[in-house]
Each structure stands twice: as structure tokens, then as C-alpha cells.
């Protein structure tokens, strides 16, 4: 029986390896403004029962790939924490849109169109916010794959409504991200 042959590599060759690898590796050149788009498989969805009311509701994941050239994407609570650029209520007591960082349309199928859904909440609609992406907290690109869920009750939705979503999402200096539009996806199928 023959024992397999060691190759014994100077620990400086391993140092010139990583160098030389360090080296070919170039950061992506990203817009600062974030950019986002979907694909095939950007909505799915569950069907489950509330605990709250027990009654059944549809759960969509809408999940979005985007690119960031300063990586400044996302909120957290000190963020938000007044004076910010991001609080929920500006001084004179009105809805800041600036505290919604991930912008939501829903439309449903109505004849031959689409329509926007009916509001959940007249200020909010169904914006909301994800938290902070980068997180070795310094200036550096991202690219990465965002996800957001929307809940639709089936006590308040007719059955097999058709829905399609339209997203953009906003940087912590403002920047908003290209729209984009979702396939489309039944809820309350029957």
C-alpha cells in the first residue's frame, strides 16, 4: 500500500497567492443611486391562518435584486428617532415621506385593467421600511437580493383576485431607485 505524495507550500507562496488575488478582485462600479430589478421568481406566495383572527390570509414575498454604489440602503431605529431626515411626522405635524424607504403599489385585475388596490392605511399605503443592508458600516457597494412581504386577509379580498406590484426603494440620502413592475400573482384562489 502506498502512502498519497505531500506537497509542502512555502507560507510565502500562500502570501503571494492571496496578494495576487486581492489584486484581480475589483470593486463593482455601481451608480450611487440604488437600482433594482426583478425576475421570473420574484413573487411567491403562502397560504396561512392568522393566529390573531384565525381567519385565512395569503402571505406574498415580493423579492427584488438591487445595486447600490455607496451601500447607504436601509433604516434603523436611530434613524428614525427625531430630528431626522426619516422620522415619521414632519415639525408641522404631517406624514414625512421620507420615512418609508421601500415604496409599494398594489393593483388588482378589474375587467381588463388594473387598478390600484384599495389603501390599507390612507397615509402609508403599503410602504414600509427594511433595515440596513450594509453591515461593516463603511462606504462600500452592494448587491443583493431585498424581500418584502405583503399580507392579504381573505375576509377582506374577493376570491382569485389577480395583483401585481410596482416597488421602488429610496437611500439614506434621498436617492430613489428606477421603478419596476412584478409579474402578477393569485390570491384567494379557490
Not at 404631517?94 to 415604496?103: L, Q, V
Not at 390600484?116 to 392605511?121: A, N, T
Not at 461593516?136 to 401585481?164: C, Q, S, W, Y
Amino acid at each position: 500500500m502506498t502512502t498519497p505524495t505531500k506537497i509542502q507550500v512555502p507560507s510565502f507562496a500562500w502570501i503571494s497567492l492571496f496578494l495576487f488575488l486581492g489584486a484581480c478582485y475589483e470593486k463593482p462600479d455601481f451608480p450611487l443611486a440604488p437600482s433594482i430589478s426583478v425576475d421570473e421568481n420574484s413573487l411567491s406566495k403562502i397560504t396561512e391562518e392568522d393566529p390573531n383572527t384565525l381567519s385565512m390570509q395569503d402571505v406574498i414575498t415580493i423579492s427584488i435584486n438591487f445595486q447600490d454604489g455607496d451601500g447607504d440602503l436601509g433604516l434603523d431605529e436611530e434613524d428614525i428617532v427625531s430630528p431626522s431626515l426619516f422620522q415619521e411626522f414632519n415639525q408641522d405635524g404631517t406624514f414625512n415621506e421620507n420615512s418609508r424607504n421601500y415604496k409599494l403599489k398594489v393593483f388588482f385585475k378589474q375587467g381588463e385593467n388594473f387598478v390600484p388596490f384599495p389603501l390599507p392605511d390612507p397615509i402609508l399605503g403599503f410602504n414600509g421600511r427594511f433595515q440596513r443592508l450594509n453591515e461593516v458600516d463603511k462606504t462600500t457597494p452592494l448587491e443583493g437580493v431585498l424581500n418584502h412581504e405583503v399580507i392579504f386577509r381573505h375576509n377582506v379580498i374577493a376570491p382569485n383576485t389577480l395583483l401585481k406590484f410596482e416597488v421602488q426603494i429610496m437611500d439614506r440620502a434621498l436617492n430613489l431607485s428606477n421603478v419596476i413592475e412584478t409579474d402578477t400573482i393569485r390570491v384567494r384562489v379557490q
